[in-house]
């Protein structure tokens, strides 16, 4: 009987610890997804200031290659 309880409890211990470890696969995951969404707001923020600073006169001045024949 005494191993018959022993082998159930380490049958729990053992999906507690194949859930913990779903758990960490499961937020090293979203962490990944946030710091990716963080790193793409970033990069937004500086090609809009990019197009932001860019003088009045250069926008008017459109080069020969970019028009269409």
Do not use: F, Y
């Not at 500086?46 to 932001?52: F, I, L, Q, R, Y």
Request: charged share 25%; hydrophobic share 45%.
């Amino acid at each position: 009987m005494a191993s018959l309880g022993l082998s159930g409890a380490l049958w729990v211990q053992t999906q507690r610890l194949r859930a913990s470890q779903a758990d960490k696969v499961a937020l090293a995951l979203s962490l990944g997804a946030c710091e990716a969404r963080a790193l793409n707001l970033i990069e937004d923020k500086e090609s809009d200031n990019e197009v932001d600073n860019i003088p009045d006169d250069d926008l008017r001045n459109v080069p020969d290659h970019w028009l269409l024949p």
